[in-house]
């Protein structure tokens, strides 16, 4: 039971990073960014690679890992779905593009072999009788920290608050003078970096190779779709619940199956409750 | 507009034409008029399993070439990348077949991928040597439709039931010997290989006295591995027998030891085969014992000279698909140069009387013209990785170089 409740714990606070910056993008800027597993993957062979080529310390190649990808974000916005917004499907079409040459990339510069990103905390940590490897309490502990963080900004700044008013009101805020644009390109940037934090923190014990982006971006996704897209809260919740569901089955049923709680989740929500959880009903 | 822009684009398109296509055609009569004898090799070139198969051949290749080549004609090689898919895997032979025109393919590594490209070689009736699928129903193929499938030859690995009763044999004479681990759990890939091999395993631990606690095979892109863990933990069992070739066994080990799980894992894992493997993973492969094809020990006497020169040419140890590729290219030279010719009517009759001392063992084929198993022939040999990255050869006993040890969190 207690093995449920930590390792629940431990996957359902990376799943809150992967869907919040994913339903943030969708809620403010309206955009379907389906390179999000993408920012995850290269914020885990960003550290790889600075850990190994350029031999800076791990904390050192997190960080900068986080703000390049965060950075890439920004980019990926100005360049390429600034242009594109308000035309359909364009703008999907062009971050799945965005994903499947960041994946070729990673594929062609590294392989396709597993790579190693060494533990923020090697020691494993004996909690409640489970021996827990500190790298995954660490998770839990950075993957909450960071959501608190953004939390705080989003409530209690100015940008924050330009934020909150793009995501309920596009046409208000830009009469009372909120840069839209700028608003949408650091939305991007926060998401970019929560995926990338993910990805660095899920790195030493999770997979690192080049198709290691789609499954996280399956399951934000699903997230977002269970707790109603563009909600901060609902995508928390859904996190929790997803997370625990898919340890629970895991351990009580078999690893195989897994896979199908998501799947299940989006169907049944679809089918009874199509706006998800929090999601706001629209005509 | 579009006219001056098509009239300015004009030359510029026709000379890149002529400089894509002159090549092209060189190569096109090159392919058609060459006297060389042509190897394909279809493989997973991004996997070490891979490259080493290339590498191998190519060792090979040139050695032969050096003495003169074979028939009075010289090797030459052609790779194709045929992936861990089998639609990839048809694409690979099918290039290699029918547009490159080679004698004879080396290489295969998954055994889904290779199961796929079996009805494509047959229709091309090339000869295909393979050196890393361990799938029984390949060789079973051979012998349940001869007539289109003799152009089938496993020379590497031994098939995954010869792997599960060399498992069986060092577990119940070593490990439960020594470490005194009698129950064990049994935990792999959901993958055609293992699939195949759990049944014979499960009967070998019956057999051999040995508690089965728990058998589970799990999706091969499961990336979290803890409740498993802890399955087996609650088992009651002192061993996990590891079956994995597809899924990450980097993550596997990881895991393992971060959780400090009080189980000892072993078994068949092709990527802690690799030379790098205990760096790869930060020294948490540390207890675990594999099979190994390809050791630095004098299985015969060209093993300890091919291993040596395959380091001092690549850098690197080499992994099980090496020796195989190796041996596969001299058996099939020695076999053309007794049949006077590369057709397969020719050497395929060459080939099944093939008894041949290579690098891994001697190597002779059953009816199935499956690489036969056992002390006199291939036998199934077990490494472990220890204190520092040392990688001591644990079974058989002929060739130990050390004994077993458990993980540092198991010992006394």
Known sequence: ?283 | MFKRLVRLLRLPIILLAIVLAIPMAIGSVAAQTSTAIRIGVPTAIQLRVGRDTVDAVRMAIEEINADGGVIGRQLEMVVADETENPEQGISAVRKLTTDEKVDVLIGGYASGVVLAEMPHTAQAQTIYLGVGAASPSIAAKVKSDYANFKYFFRVSPVNSTHLAEGLVAFVSGNVAVNLKYARVAIVGENAKWAQELVPTLKKGIADAGLSLRMTELFDPQTSDFSPLFSKARESGAQLMLVLLSHASSDTFVKQWYDARVPLMIGGIDTKAQDADFYERVGGKAIGEFTTASAVRAPVTPKTIAFWDAFVKRYGRAPVYTAPGAYDATYLYASAVQRAHGTSADVVIPQLEKTDYVGVMGRIAFDDAHDVRAGPDYVSVRFTQWQDDGARVIVWPRALQTGNLIVPPWMRP
Not at chain 1, 12 to 39: D, E, K
Not at chain 1, 172 to 184: E, F, K, T, W
Not at chain 1, 249 to 262: F, G
């Open chain 1, 1 to 283: 039971m207690n093995e449920i409740l930590i390792y629940g714990a431990v996957i359902s606070s990376v799943y809150a990073l992967l869907a919040v910056g994913f339903t943030l993008v969708f809620g403010v800027a309206r955009t379907l960014n389906l390179a999000h597993g993408s920012f995850y993957a290269l914020g885990a062979y960003g550290t790889f690679l600075m850990t190994t080529s350029l031999r800076l310390p791990l904390t050192v190649a997190a960080t900068l890992a986080v703000l390049i990808v965060a950075a890439l974000g920004v980019v990926m916005e100005r360049v390429l779905i600034r242009p594109l917004r308000g035309t359909g499907l364009a703008v999907p079409m062009v971050t799945l593009a965005v994903a499947l040459v960041i994946e070729q990339a990673l594929f062609l510069g590294f392989g396709s072999e597993y790579r190693n990103v060494p533990s923020f905390i090697a020691a494993s940590v004996g909690v409640g009788g489970v021996d827990v490897s500190g790298q995954r309490l660490f998770t839990v502990a950075v993957s909450w920290s960071v959501l608190s963080c953004l939390w705080v900004f989003v409530h209690r700044t100015r940008q924050g608050s330009a934020i909150l008013a793009l995501s309920q009101d596009r046409e208000a805020a830009q009469y009372v003078g909120i840069p839209v644009d700028r608003v949408y390109a650091l939305v991007m940037g926060i998401s970019a970096a929560l995926a990338a934090t993910a990805g660095v923190l899920t790195a030493p014990f999770l997979t690192v190779q080049p198709g290691m982006g789609l499954m996280p971006m399956i399951k934000a996704f699903s997230i977002v779709i269970v707790g109603g897209l563009g909600s901060v809260r609902g995508s928390i919740v859904a996190a929790l619940l997803l997370g625990y569901a898919e340890t629970l089955i895991a351990y009580k049923v078999s690893t195989s199956w897994t896979e199908l709680v998501s799947l299940a989740a989006v169907f049944t929500t679809l089918v009874l409750r199509p706006a998800g959880l929090f999601g706001i009903r629209t005509r």
